[in-house]
């Protein structure tokens, strides 16, 4: 007979610090909200696993990486081959920051078909009251 060792399951917490599920106030697309060592709170994008964002395509005050469960910056000195997390204010939709990266220029563009898309998705039927 064997025995299960494995530990049970955390029981879920609810942060109130932070919401369920972070959406950018400017395009209401959801991200990653990290805590940084400092106290603060930045808003990333998921990174897509097969096809991460490296720092090299990142400008150095956009770059993250998560330590220990924390965002710290991925300073300059930073292999440009290592993967990053991207800050979401840098590929919002609704940002005007121009991007040399061809791979940050596709993300903004995916990121303005994702709004769209939920856009369309979520709108509200018209109903017999907006008549």
């Known amino acids: 007979m064997t025995t299960d060792v494995r530990p049970a399951a ?27 060592p ?18 090299g395509e990142v400008p150095s005050g ?11 910056r991925l300073l300059d000195g930073a292999t440009p081959t290592a993967p990053c997390q991207v800050e979401h204010a840098l590929v919002c939709p609704q940002s005007s920051v121009g991007l040399a ?18 856009e369309e998705r979520f709108e509200a039927p018209p109903t017999d009251l907006d008549a």
């Open 10 to 36: 955390a029981a879920p917490t609810t942060d109130s610090q932070h919401p369920a599920t972070p959406c950018c106030p400017a395009c209401g697309l959801p991200g990653e909200l990290l805590d940084t």
């Open 101 to 118: 990266s061809s791979a940050l220029q596709q993300r903004r563009r995916l990121n303005e078909a994702r709004r769209q898309c939920a």
């Open 62 to 72: 956009f770059r993250w990486t998560v330590i220990d469960y924390y965002a710290h």
């Open 38 to 55: 400092d106290g603060r709170t930045v808003l990333v994008e998921s990174n897509d696993p097969t096809n991460p964002l490296r720092a």
